[in-house]
């Protein structure tokens, strides 16, 4: 499988350069390598805490359709865009 391009059976794990906390109630990540932050929303946050052991991409999905009310498609896109943009920050390993 090419690591380089995620799809529902991509395994997923938070790489080892991230931290995160709570601030106000949000979830915040910092990139120890670039000092870059990003704020996350629920659905993000959820995701986030899906991944702190690896997970393939349709597990993370089930999970967030049984917490949310979303489609399937929806949550799909949405679960895929949004790993992409913590790939593309180097915030995950995809396995």
């Keep these: 499988m090419n690591n380089n391009i995620l799809t529902l059976n991509s395994v997923i794990s938070r790489a080892e ?5 709570t601030v106000d109630n949000e979830m915040v990540l910092m990139s120890i390598t670039s000092g870059d932050y990003i704020n996350l929303n ?3 946050s959820a995701i986030w805490s899906v991944i702190s052991e690896a997970q393939p ?3 993370i999905v089930e999970k ?4 949310f009310e979303v489609e399937l498609e929806d949550c799909q896109q949405q679960t895929l865009a949004f790993l992409n943009t913590l790939k593309q920050e180097s915030l995950i390993k995809i396995t």
């Design 57 to 59: 991409v349709f597990i």
């Design 42 to 44: 629920a659905q993000a």
């Design 17 to 21: 350069n991230v931290l995160d906390c």
């Design 64 to 67: 967030l359709l049984a917490q």
